[in-house]
T-cell receptor, first 116, second 116 residues
Framework: DGGITQSPKYLFRKEGQNVTLSCEQN?????MYWYRQDPGQGLRLIYY???????QKGDIAEGYSVSREKKESFPLTVTSAQKNPTAFYLC???????????????FGPGTRLTVL | AQSVAQPEDQVNVAEGNPLTVKCTYS??????LFWYVQYPNRGLQFLLK??????LVKGSYGFEAEFNKSQTSFHLKKPSALVSDSALYFC??????????????FGRGTQLTVWP
């Protein structure tokens, strides 16, 4: 998990609340990603960002929002519009893809969100 | 469309025996393939990747994977399993064309249990 930190480790949300999950990396990576993990469903992409001040929706962006104001930070907000937010959330980063090369995504330790 | 299938939800093997975790993929263009491992309540750890070249890729902790283009497979293997190998394993594929901006597509995961 080294180089990518996520906080908090556990988060509890009441109905109707917005909550923000933190993701910070010190790997000098350009690209950052947010995934949601549910049992038996693998990882699903929520949002990703290739560069500061730019980000794209993934497969399940509804009810989530992100910002990328700094290269090292990519916070995820789970809004009240997300109807079933209880899940394990994983942040990842990688060197920006370019040309025909590829690179590895490295993951943080995750945040487990539970709706009360 | 890019996709990954892990046909076995669970694999059970005795310690000291060889293990195989299966993965097949579908991708347009050249495939870039990855294996990750996840221990309970932890992030994903990178094991190995195939970009190009030799069909047998060696990775961390004694794991290796065999790329087979004709069968569109990328099976993870280890000659002698350890109890500590028990974990959830994910296969992922990335489209080599570049238009997907570094996105990975994950399988649903295979739970490996190694019995002492």
């Amino acid at each position: 998990d080294g180089g990518i930190t996520q906080s908090p480790k556990y988060l509890f949300r009441k109905e109707g609340q917005n909550v923000t999950l933190s993701c910070e990396q010190n790997l000098n990576h350009d690209a950052m990603y947010w995934y949601r993990q549910d049992p038996g469903q693998g990882l699903r992409l929520i949002y990703y960002s290739q560069i500061v001040n730019d980000f794209q929706k993934g497969d399940i962006a509804e009810g989530y929002s992100v910002s990328r104001e700094k290269k090292e930070s990519f916070p995820l907000t789970v809004t009240s519009a997300q109807k079933n937010p209880t899940a394990f959330y994983l942040c990842a980063s990688s060197i920006r893809y370019s040309g025909s090369s590829t690179d590895t995504q490295y993951f943080g330790p995750g945040t487990r969100l539970t709706v009360l | 469309a890019q996709s990954v299938a892990q046909p076995e939800d669970q694999v059970n093997v005795a310690e000291g025996n060889p293990l195989t975790v299966k993965c097949t993929y579908s991708v347009s263009g050249n495939p870039y393939l990855f294996w990750y491992v996840q221990y309970p309540n932890r992030g994903l750890q990178f094991l190995l990747k195939y970009i190009t070249g030799d069909n047998l890729v060696k990775g961390s902790y004694g794991f290796e994977a065999e790329f087979n283009k004709s069968q569109t497979s990328f099976h993870l293997k280890k000659p002698s399993a350890l109890v500590s190998d028990s974990a959830l394993y994910f296969c992922a594929v990335r489209d080599g064309r570049g238009s997907t901006l570094g996105r990975l597509y994950f399988g649903r995961g295979t739970q490996l249990t190694v019995w002492p």
